[in-house]
Every structure is written in C-alpha cells, then in structure tokens.
C-alpha cells in the first residue's frame, strides 16, 4: 500500500508565487513517475507537469515557463513551484505517482488533493 500526501495549498494574490509537495510513504521500492494535476471547479482533470525518475520534466503549455517540477527520490517527494500565478490556476492540485513497491507490485496512487486559490 502506498499513500500520498500533498501540502503547500493556500491563498495567493495573482502574480504570487506557491509551492507544493506531495510525499510517498509505504513499502515504497522506488518511483518511477510522479504527476501533478489539476481539476478546477465544473471542469475536467488536466495534466499540470510530470517527472520520471532520471527523466526530463513535461509541462503542460500552460504553466511552462512558469511551474517547475522536481522529485527528490530520497524523499519519495515531488515539488512544484508555481510563479506568476494567475486566476485560471486556481484549482485543487492533485499528486499521482507510478510507485513499485517492495513486493514487486505497481501501484497508481492518488493524494487527497490541496487548494489554490488565486485571487486579489
């Protein structure tokens, strides 16, 4: 069994910037692919950035040049910076992650999600 567990959500005013993280805990062997999300209200679930173990970052065109992804394997923890942040970011961030536990097994898990809001 594998948990997620985002934090870092909150309240900014536009151009502000947030950062989040979500950390792996469980019979973690390794990570292969962490993902953030986002689903704002009424609206489907995007692909925000996503990062593989030893791998180069994708961002959606959105955010690119703007969010930065990172993963820290010593953690088990993914980080998403956000800069310039404006009102359409607003939504509640989630974390996925591609995790192969110690009995050899995938798992697809999910965090509970956090909030971002942007707004004056």
């Known amino acids: 069994q594998v948990q997620l567990v985002e934090s870092g959500g909150g309240l900014v005013q536009p151009g502000g910037s947030l950062a989040l993280s979500c950390t792996a805990s469980?019979?973690?062997?390794?990570?292969?692919?962490m993902t953030w999300y986002r689903q704002a209200s009424g609206k489907q679930r995007d692909v925000v950035a996503t990062?593989?173990?030893?791998?180069?970052?994708k961002y959606a065109d959105s955010v690119k040049g703007l969010f930065t992804v990172s993963l820290s394997n010593g953690k088990n923890t993914e980080y998403l910076q956000m800069n310039s942040l404006k009102p359409e970011d607003t939504a509640v961030y989630l974390c996925?992650?591609?995790?192969?536990?110690?009995?050899?097994?995938?798992?697809?898990?999910w965090g509970q999600g956090t909030q971002v809001t942007v707004s004056s």
């Open positions: 990062i593989t173990s030893g791998g180069a970052p």
């Open positions: 469980g019979s973690i062997f390794s990570i292969y692919a």
């Open positions: 996925n992650a591609d995790v192969i536990a110690t009995t050899g097994e995938l798992f697809d898990s």
